[in-house]
T-cell receptor, first 113, second 112 residues
């Protein structure tokens, strides 16, 4: 079945450092891809999305490009802030009639001042 | 923000008791989902609904049942709670599976 693999955390960075969180997927067909962020005690919030190959999703300085050839959707940000400390989830939605979404296990990011 | 409310937000109960969690939406979205979140496991799908009275099992459905008698409400029931069902439960909704899900704030359930 479909799956999402994202890098293990925690990731600890200094403020203003460059961030990359890797995400790869396996899927039949052409899934939509998403990044979500979860702050302590809250639900998941959509950060960005991409629905087809070569699409770039972006929001709040975060970017990710849908790479079909490498089945990847890596999250990047050029300069992280302490307020970016959270858990980040990569996810895909299956387009095979099952109505399901598949999530990675999450990557915890800690940004130090 | 999408109108989605989970209740209760916190609950402590004893093993063997029935528990019902409620997810209420005001977006008129067709699809609704129940997940549980546990350390090291990310989000795991319990059950989902693709319309009124239309539901299906997810990967961790044992010990859980659901009902959806109207578009806006999706209920998750633990018929006889066990300690292994201690978790944080999230409801999510979406208008279509090419769209992102929107999540509630979660229910923290402790079973003693």
């Amino acid at each position: 079945g479909d799956s999402v693999t994202q890098m293990e955390g925690p990731v600890t960075l200094s403020e203003e450092a460059f961030l990359t969180i890797n995400c790869t997927y396996t899927a039949t067909g052409y899934p939509s891809l998403f990044w979500y962020v979860q702050y302590p005690g809250e639900g998941l919030q959509l950060l960005l999305k991409a629905t087809k190959a070569d699409d770039k999703g972006s929001n709040k300085g975060f970017e990710a490009t849908y790479r079909k050839e490498t089945t990847s959707f890596h999250l990047e940000k050029g300069s992280v802030q302490v307020s970016d400390s959270a858990v980040y989830f990569c996810a895909l939605s299956e387009h095979s009639g099952t109505y399901k979404y598949i999530f990675g296990t999450g990557t915890r990011l800690k940004v130090l001042a | 923000d999408a109108g989605i409310t989970q209740s209760p937000r916190h609950k402590v109960t004893e093993t063997g008791t029935p528990v019902t969690l409620r997810c209420h939406q005001t977006e008129n979205h067709r699809y609704m989902y129940w997940y549980r979140q546990d350390p090291g496991h990310g989000l795991r799908l319990i059950h989902y609904s693709y319309g009124v009275k239309d539901t299906d099992k997810g990967e961790v459905s044992d010990g859980y049942s659901v009902s959806r008698s109207k578009t806006e409400d999706f209920l998750l029931t633990l018929e006889s709670a066990t300690s292994s069902q201690t978790s944080v439960y999230f409801c999510a909704i979406t208008s279509g599976t090419d769209q992102p899900q929107h999540f509630g704030d979660g229910t923290r359930l402790s079973i003693l």
